[in-house]
């Protein structure tokens, strides 16, 4: 069974990060590098097309082996349906190690803005909690965890998202049946964010301010480029900016002008949901193809790179820029790009589930919110509404 562990390596685009490697490969023969022998260690399992990779409790590379080949036997025998013993009692594990698992194999599956909000999180709790061992923590942590987010001023969407993650790591740390006997009382507040989607003179701004700009600043003279391409890749599609930081020529489906999202060597998806198709203008993909031409580019390289031709983490910020050149006030953010993508297509007459394949949702929650808003947009159901009370208008006149 191959084990891998994470190493420092080079994308074909000359980012350097650090990723998974093969520590050691069954029959392999010769010394083994020094790299290879650094905790911790992983297996990797593929169901569905997925990818999933496991961390190893096993410190050294031997151990390690050993403990792989003991998960497969075990596998293999629960798939003949033989029942399988082991002695471990994973509720008496420490629950700062426990953490600490959990986190790394949120960093293995999980994009790093999703490691590091769960970071921050389990963080807050273990500040939080003085239990020892993770079968000891029970409903009243819960509550103190609550109640210690509101002393440290968490509030709102904050609070609810710190509590619902460390809710998350528990299912996963003692099984999905173990609630923490949390009741529906117990929970914050979850507030919703209202749909906030460019005005049609907002966008207008900010493509007329774009022309003028290259990463945000204004053109130096001679300078070809400008920012409209990011600015139409985020209105068009709908994607993260991390997804968009990723998207390479190769990406895009020229004859039906799809640009696909796919999790990449140094980039995983935020959810199986994210791996999607979505359709594009073909205004738009013809011009990310007069692009690749004029600069000589090949299907692997970055359509939005960053000035020394890697992955630009900051796409929102040149956005940001352009926003500001354009005296656009209020949020800048990925947020409002992709509701108003999602906005614009509903407007359309797109249905929900298709628009939730297209922005990576996996509930209609979300986007009933906007549909909703949209209904009230028009005037005849307004007057629908508001129609059953006009005849006491003129009461006690």
Partial sequence: ?????RQKLTSKSGKEYVGYAIAFTPGQRGAIPAACEVPPFYVREQRSGDTTWTRLQARTLPDAKAEALQAQAVREAVSKGIDVVTNADENKERLTAKVAAYLAEVEANKSQATWRVYRRST??????CKKLSVGDVGHTDMLHFKTYLKRQEFSGRSLYNHFVNIAIFFVWARGEED???LK???WPEKPERDPEAYTEEEIKLLLETAATTWRGIERKKGEKKDDRLLLWAFLNSGM???EL????YGDIDTKHSLWKVRAKEDHSLKTKGSKRDIPVGEWLTTKVLALKKS???QDTDLIFPSKS???DTHLIRITQRIAKLAKVTGRVDNHKFRATAITMWLRSGNTIFDVMAWVGHESTATLKRYAAKLELEKKENRLKATSAFDHVATMGD
């Fill in 1 to 5: 069974m191959t084990i891998y562990n």
């Fill in 123 to 128: 963080e807050l709790f273990l500040e939080s």
């Fill in 179 to 181: 609630t923490l006997g």
């Fill in 184 to 186: 529906e009382s117990d």
């Fill in 240 to 242: 993260r900016d991390g």
């Fill in 245 to 248: 930081s990723h998207l390479t």
């Fill in 295 to 297: 600069e000589g580019k």
């Fill in 309 to 311: 031709g890697g992955v």
